[in-house]
């Protein structure tokens, strides 16, 4: 069981909010912001660099976005459904975009973006799962 | 003239955003994250801290999101206009709500709520008139 | 195998600090720094939350510098070895008190604390063992 | 008077370290955190991004750290000497290698790394007038 699934079972306050979506959400954010992180910095050490500008650009914007909503989907106690809809909204999308541009990259060989845009893909279908249910 | 500006005229890139409009909004992003985190640090150690609950939680997730709306705005050279109005979206809507969190303890005699608010509401109408431009 | 470790093993440049190590060190610092959100979050709901302060205090803090490390120990082409040691001390450090002050109150019976002074005695110890390899 | 000084006049607790000290060094790491950014961003989209790998590089941990250094100093409630000393450490040392760099680039006619630079070295000396203080 990860960490972040004892801690919503551990949490004084009653959140009824599936405890799978809500820890599998958390997790593939965290996962995808460090995937991000990665791969910007594995781009930016690319022969290619050049060609990969908005890869870098996404995949930044993309580990901060993922950062924060893990953060917000963490804090249960007084979970504002508003805010944390706009934020999974936030993070969705720029997995999506991301998700895409590593895709090409991918198909021309980059196996650090294969791998990011797996991390996208997962992320963004979590925040989708868990936007129903919030 | 701040660093923000400054930055926005060094860039290499051309971004058709008014430069006032955009600086405004990274300064005052980061200025309101910086309010929260101390509002949430200074109600923690208040004698009527299991009042501020509710100010503690929203004041932490703004100051997140408030932090990372400065850098996606700050990253103008591949700006993506889908992404950075949903996370403007999403920063607007934490200000909002917890300047109207701050502003009830404000009036019961809350100095660090009182400027907290302050910041928020700035925020807000910078996010707001940056997603008009984007 | 995590995507921390994929990304190590997908990235252009070439760095002699083992796999296992740096790639560990990354996943407990995201780990950690998920589950002192969650604590602090936790320790806010509590009905003895007035006790808990310096717990919250820690575990925001904590949360930050884990977060921070991840991303800076992620980031390997072009390796600074000085400013990854003293993020890292300061990583551990903050996990050694955080830890410490978790114990406890778990102790005591807080749950997610106990949990949370488990992320933080991995995390200082992959931190550590990183330490002495850069 | 800046945000970040109301915030520490109007913070509950007592803590006996030099206000201007504490709010200069809190506004100043935001202040970098941001340059540092959109030098990152402004390196990527150089024409010469290919020179610009390390300045990327520092840049984007040098905003990690000052804007992680910039929360733990701007929570005072029960603030630890030894964690927040190690954190100013990190940001300097952080502050100190990225200026230098940034400083080679500026020599160079990129005005980016100039504002950067300036940024660095005020924050650098900021942080260490704070650890001189805790």
């Known amino acids: 069981m990860t960490y ?3 801690m919503i079972l551990a949490h004084p306050g009653s959140l009824d909010i599936d405890t799978d979506a809500l820890s599998r959400c958390i997790d593939d954010c965290l996962r995808c912001a ?3 992180t990665a791969c910007a910095d594995a781009c930016v050490a690319e022969v290619t660099v050049a ?5 870098i650009y996404l995949c930044l914007n993309c580990a901060d976005i993922c950062d924060v909503t893990a953060r917000i989907v963490s804090r249960t ?3 504002d459904r508003v805010l944390a809809r706009a934020t999974l909204e936030a993070c969705a999308t720029s997995c999506n975009v991301c998700g895409a541009e590593c895709e090409h990259h991918a ?3 980059m196996v650090h973006c294969e791998v990011c845009e797996e ?3 997962t992320c963004e279908e979590s925040c989708r799962a868990l936007i129903a249910l919030v």
Chains 1, 2, 3, 4 share one sequence.
Not at 51 to 55: H, I, Q
């Open 107 to 109: 198909k021309m060989g």
């Open 4 to 6: 972040s699934r004892q």
């Open 77 to 79: 106690a007084e979970f």
């Open 34 to 36: 460090q995937a991000c």
């Open 51 to 55: 060609d990969l500008r908005r890869c």
């Open 119 to 121: 991390a996208c893909r």
